[in-house]
Nanobody
């Protein structure tokens, strides 16, 4: 069982930056493939980024590639999402997720554990 808690969301202007954190409970964090998803009002939850257990294989949605950076610190049981050059269309609730495997894909159905979400709002 893994419990996830996101933090770092907030209100930022277009072009600004935010860093989200996802703190995980338990001693098995390094065994879990991790990902970030987001959900805007009236839209389905969508994939943002994912990362393998060792942190050396990140993967991004085309919409955030070159602007967002996913990383993890297994010693601290924490995953991060550095978001730069933010746009109004990045406004959403951001969720971190963990899979019960060391590799997973971009579908939300592949992740078993979810945080409660943190709101990111980008003003124009």
């Amino acid at each position: 069982q893994v419990q996830l808690v996101e933090s770092g969301g907030g209100l930022v202007q277009t072009g600004g930056s935010l860093r989200l954190s996802c703190a995980a409970s338990g001693r098995t964090f390094s065994r879990h493939y991790m990902g970030w998803f987001r959900q805007a009002p009236g839209k389905e939850r969508e994939f943002v980024a994912r990362i393998n257990w060792s942190g050396d294989r990140p993967y991004y949605a085309d919409s955030v590639k070159g602007r967002f950076t996913i990383s993890r610190d297994n010693a601290k049981n924490t995953m991060y999402l550095q978001m730069n050059s933010l746009k109004p269309e990045d406004t959403a609730v951001y969720y971190c997720a963990a899979a019960n495997t060391r590799y997973s894909g971009s579908s939300s159905s592949e992740y078993q554990y979810w945080g409660q979400g943190t709101q990111v709002t980008v003003s124009s």
